[in-house]
């Protein structure tokens, strides 16, 4: 029922599940495991679809410690590099300091 409703708002807010779009094991998809050893996925990271192209990998990993039952959960984003553009400038006109009047200021 959380997982539907989870689901669904998603895809009111325009967002998506970004650590179910990988296909990955069943050890990289697992966050939490009970204490019955039940080992379930419940925690997720959820992303704008506008960044779903920056996307490159998301999961769970084992060798964070954070000093909790679920194990950390990662996405991978990459941005765009830019270019910087040199901004053409007009040549600088040197200041004649002999013709300032300062004593006006």
């Not at 779903?52 to 941005?79: E, F, Y």
Request: charged share 25%.
């Amino acid at each position: 029922a959380r997982g539907l409703w989870l689901k669904q708002w998603c895809s009111l807010e325009d967002m998506c599940i970004a650590n179910t779009m990988f296909p990955k094991p069943d050890s990289k998809r697992i966050t939490h495991t009970g204490t019955s050893g039940n080992a379930r996925q419940i925690d997720f990271i959820l992303v704008d679809k506008c960044l779903r192209k920056q996307m490159h990998d998301a999961g769970s990993v084992a060798n964070i410690d954070l000093g909790s039952d679920h194990k950390t959960v990662l996405v991978r984003l990459q941005w765009p590099k830019f270019r910087r553009t040199k901004k053409k400038t007009k040549g600088k006109q040197a200041v004649q300091w002999n013709s300032v009047n300062v004593s006006a200021y």
